[in-house]
């Protein structure tokens, strides 16, 4: 693993998997940007020393949240709610029952809300396209991301397009598989090669132990971290891979995919000033 990967970790309190997207090289010799977007796992136990890190060190301005509805309304208010500086924006990857348009602007405690034992019974089953049944399930589930919430792929990378000023923050609960898609989407906008994107993908195994311990230590995704052995949660370089060589195949790279899925030229050279200098 290169240099270039090393120094980008954020170590705070509440957060396992927090990197800057930054510092990373580009096809044209250039580098990303530091400081404008960033990538975590769940923000939920952030300290208060963090928040003051997040917002006043490092200029955090925004928060894009893949994870589902039910996810957020179980987790409760994370304290970066109670900034006003800081907005929040939720596009989830994966398809649901009794969807939100804006989860953040429903109460957690609204009795209403029914949600079901477990969260995963909210989710609507995934289906899978006949070319990609013979993958592995991996990368079934990027593709389907891709091929099932590609409007809010687009959105959440559309919203980190229109930003002001400050940072972002892209994440989900564990930051590599949803999260992991969105950033890799961006930084192939911004010109990191293949190679580079498939190595911040596979980072996050440097630290799976202990992403795999604080997420068991939320009744949300606790079931989930104690029946499944770390290793199957463990990013593989081959994954990310794999999704980028299907998308050079099928649309002549991460461009063309977005391109198809209406996130055009303009848009796209907006997202590349946003994370280059």
């Given at each position: 693993?290169?240099?270039?990967?090393?120094g980008r970790w954020?170590?705070?309190?509440?957060?396992?998997?927090?990197?800057?997207?930054?510092?990373?090289?580009?096809?044209?010799?250039?580098?990303?940007?530091?400081?404008?977007?960033?990538?975590?796992?769940?923000?939920?136990?952030?300290?208060?020393?963090?928040?003051?890190?997040?917002?006043?060190?490092?200029?955090?301005?925004?928060?894009?949240?893949?994870?589902?509805?039910?996810?957020?309304?179980?987790?409760?208010?994370?304290?970066?709610?109670?900034?006003?500086?800081?907005?929040?924006?939720?596009?989830?990857?994966?398809?649901?029952?009794?969807?939100?348009?804006?989860?953040?602007?429903?109460?957690?405690?609204?009795?209403?809300?029914?949600?079901?034992?477990?969260?995963?019974?909210?989710?609507?089953?995934?289906?899978?396209?006949?070319?990609?049944?013979?993958?592995?399930?991996?990368?079934?589930?990027?593709?389907?991301?891709?091929?099932?919430?590609?409007?809010?792929?687009?959105?959440?990378?559309?919203?980190?397009?229109?930003?002001?000023?400050?940072?972002?923050?892209?994440?989900?609960?564990?930051?590599?598989?949803?999260?992991?898609?969105?950033?890799?989407?961006?930084?192939?906008?911004?010109?990191?090669?293949?190679?580079?994107?498939?190595?911040?993908?596979?980072?996050?195994?440097?630290?799976?132990?202990?992403?795999?311990?604080?997420?068991?230590?939320?009744?949300?995704?606790?079931?989930?971290?104690?029946?499944?052995?770390?290793?199957?949660?463990?990013?593989?370089?081959?994954t990310m891979d794999?999704?980028?060589?299907?998308?050079?195949?099928?649309?002549?790279?991460?461009?063309?995919?977005?391109?198809?899925?209406?996130?055009?030229?303009?848009?796209?050279?907006?997202?590349?000033?946003?994370?280059?200098?």
């Amino acid at each position: 693993m290169t240099s270039t990967h090393t120094g980008r970790w954020i170590r705070l309190d509440g957060t396992t998997n927090m990197r800057d997207l930054g510092g990373l090289p580009t096809t044209d010799g250039g580098r990303t940007a530091p400081g404008r977007i960033l990538r975590s796992d769940n923000l939920q136990t952030l300290s208060d020393a963090d928040v003051r890190r997040l917002v006043g060190e490092i200029g955090l301005r925004q928060v894009i949240d893949l994870r589902t509805t039910a996810e957020i309304l179980l987790e409760g208010r994370g304290p970066l709610r109670a900034v006003p500086e800081v907005t929040h924006q939720h596009f989830t990857l994966l398809p649901e029952r009794g969807h939100h348009t804006d989860v953040f602007a429903v109460e957690e405690e609204d009795v209403r809300l029914d949600l079901p034992a477990g969260w995963a019974e909210s989710l609507l089953p995934r289906q899978v396209a006949a070319h990609d049944e013979g993958e592995p399930p991996a990368v079934r589930s990027y593709l389907g991301y891709l091929g099932q919430r590609s409007d809010n792929v687009v959105g959440a990378l559309r919203a980190l397009t229109q930003a002001q000023d400050g940072a972002s923050v892209v994440h989900c609960a564990a930051g590599k598989d949803r999260t992991g898609v969105v950033c890799a989407l961006a930084l192939a906008v911004a010109g990191v090669p293949h190679d580079e994107i498939v190595a911040d993908y596979a980072l996050t195994a440097e630290i799976i132990d202990a992403l795999v311990a604080k997420l068991a230590a939320s009744p949300t995704y606790a079931d989930d971290m104690v029946t499944r052995d770390v290793s199957s949660h463990t990013p593989r370089a081959e994954t990310m891979d794999r999704v980028l060589t299907l998308l050079d195949e099928r649309f002549g790279g991460a461009s063309g995919w977005l391109d198809a899925h209406g996130f055009g030229a303009d848009e796209q050279a907006a997202l590349r000033a946003r994370l280059r200098d």
